[in-house]
């Protein structure tokens, strides 16, 4: 079955270290995107990649990096300068161009104590 | 500033009537339009989009409405069903890439 895989599901870590989300697609889409969601918000675009080995900052960037070294894997790393990590974080992916939906992982719910 | 808004964070309906979802956008430059169905704890669920070369795209029970003079674009179910009970996302993009996201609205379908 194709899809996007995001583990884990709920991830814990103390405040001052970084830690990496994963996110996997078997889809053979291009381009790949990170959310994060929040209470009573929609979804804020932290960065985006639409080819290997290139990637832009979405809106919220600030505290976070990525790296797309496989046309499959887009890691997001939460860095300790990201003031607020407690978050819901999305993985999404679309073929790019012309077919422009995204299809959504399953999501990592981050707790920073 | 947001760019895509969604005034309604909840909506009830009855089960078998017609569900109407909206979402109002700022930029005119927005040409591609989706909307996402989202259950708690899960990633968002594609439903149906439309561009702005069209006023309407209809999907099974789904039907987008989109008003560009307005800057509006709608979501009706109907007939409504408990399984669509769920959170739903409109989203706007001026481009195929980056897409800005309304809060969502929380439809609740009573049987």
């Known amino acids: 079955d194709g899809g996007i895989t995001q583990s884990p599901k709920y991830l814990f870590r103390k405040e001052g270290q970084n830690v990496t989300l994963s996110c996997e697609q078997n889809?053979?889409?291009?381009?790949m995107y990170w959310y994060r969601q929040d209470p009573g918000q929609g979804l804020r675009l932290i960065y985006y990649?639409?080819?290997?080995?290139?990637?832009q900052k979405g809106d919220i960037a600030e505290g976070y990096s990525v790296s797309r070294e496989k046309k499959e894997s887009f890691p997001l790393t939460v860095t300790s300068a990201q003031k607020n990590p407690t978050a819901f974080y999305l993985c999404?992916?679309?073929?790019?161009?012309?077919?422009?939906?995204?299809?959504f992982g399953p999501g990592t719910r981050l707790t920073v104590t | 500033d947001q760019q895509v808004k969604q005034n309604s964070p909840s909506l009830s309906v009855q089960e078998g009537r017609i569900s109407i979802l909206n979402c109002d956008y700022t930029?005119?430059?927005?040409?591609?339009f989706l909307w996402y169905k989202k259950y708690p704890a899960e990633g968002p669920t594609f439903l149906i989009s439309?561009?702005?070369?069209?006023d309407k795209n209809e999907d099974g029970r789904f039907t987008v409405f989109l008003n560009k003079s307005a800057k509006h674009l709608s979501l009706h179910i109907v007939p409504s069903q408990p399984g669509d009970s769920a959170v739903y996302f409109c989203?706007?993009?001026?481009?195929?890439?980056?897409?800005?996201f309304g809060s969502g609205t929380k439809l609740n379908v009573k049987p």
């Open positions: 439309i561009s702005s070369i069209k």
């Open positions: 889809l053979n889409h291009d381009a």
């Open positions: 930029n005119s430059m927005f040409d591609y």
């Open positions: 999404a992916s679309s073929s790019g161009g012309a077919i422009y939906e995204q299809y």
């Open positions: 990649s639409q080819i290997v080995n290139d990637f």
């Open positions: 989203a706007a993009s001026p481009n195929f890439n980056k897409f800005y």
